[in-house]
């Protein structure tokens, strides 16, 4: 499968399956290109699919001297240069989120939308980001395992709870390198000059970040969407693909016909 070089000499690992309009796929802090296989083998049908190892995790090079999460949407922006694609969907998990937004504001001609899932991608407004970090400090509080997935999942998947938990252990970068994402994120205006599609992606059971504040982030930002999972997990994509898989069609499906109008 191919890498990249970044800027500064870093190999970034990718993969493309599929062909059609593009979903590209960024993890979040435990994850890497492999927490998408259940997302790739459905949607490479119908679409071309790319999955990347940001620096620090997977097969991507881990440059831990001077390892800075500021680069990981530079990551992202080599990759979608690489393959030269255009009309492309971002979608975020998490943290993840925050590098999407990120690059697609550092190529929006090579964007069509983001989806933040999971995630406000890091904008920079008081109210957000205060009701953010009360909701951080509350899942904090918890297990880790019971900030990500249900309890019914715990009980009755132990298999695929436990290939959870391994994913994690192929990275180096940990959370507090992903968390630096969020500094100088950009604010409600920046994103709307843009003018890429933003949807809100998130589940109702989702114990790191609450429903009604991902239903204001898109009170405030004009134009963007949201969906709201029921029964949707912080690691929905993982826990319930039925759900996140057909979410992420009706996204993509939402930004190619206005992409369509617009032409």
């Known amino acids: 499968m191919p890498k990249v070089v970044a800027p500064d000499g870093t190999s970034i690992y990718y993969e493309r399956h599929g062909d059609g309009p593009a979903l590209f ?25 790319v999955t990347v190892d940001l620096r620090g995790f997977g097969n991507s090079g881990k440059p831990m001297a001077g390892f800075d999460g500021q680069d990981f949407p530079g990551d992202i922006v080599a990759v979608l240069e ?63 395992v019971d900030r990500l997935m249900s309890k019914r999942f715990q009980e009755q998947e132990k298999a ?18 992903l968390r630096n994402l969020s500094a ?23 114990a790191v970040l609450w429903p009604q504040t991902v239903r204001r982030a898109h009170e405030l930002l004009p134009g963007s969407r949201l969906t709201i999972v029921p029964d949707g997990p912080h690691s929905m994509y993982w826990e319930r693909p039925d759900l996140y898989n057909a979410a992420v069609v009706r996204i993509r499906e939402a930004v190619s016909q206005k992409v369509t109008a617009h032409r």
């Open 25 to 49: 796929f960024v993890q979040g802090s435990g994850g890497h290109h492999a927490i998408w296989y259940q997302q790739v083998v459905e949607l490479r049908e119908r679409y071309t699919v």
């Open 82 to 144: 690489a393959e030269d694609l255009y009309d492309v969907v971002l979608i975020g998990q998490s943290v993840g989120s925050v590098a999407a937004l990120k690059a697609a504001l550092l190529r929006p001609e090579r964007v069509s939308g983001v989806v933040l899932g999971h995630s406000l991608g890091g904008i920079q407004h008081p109210e957000l980001s205060e009701l953010v970090a009360a909701q951080r400090a509350e899942a904090d509080k918890l297990p880790v």
């Open 160 to 177: 695929k709870l436990f290939l959870f938990q391994q994913m994690g252990t192929f990275n180096v970068a940990t959370m507090a390198d």
């Open 184 to 206: 100088d994120g950009p604010s409600l205006d920046e994103i709307a000059a843009s003018g890429l599609d933003i949807t809100f992606l998130a589940g109702d059971k989702d």
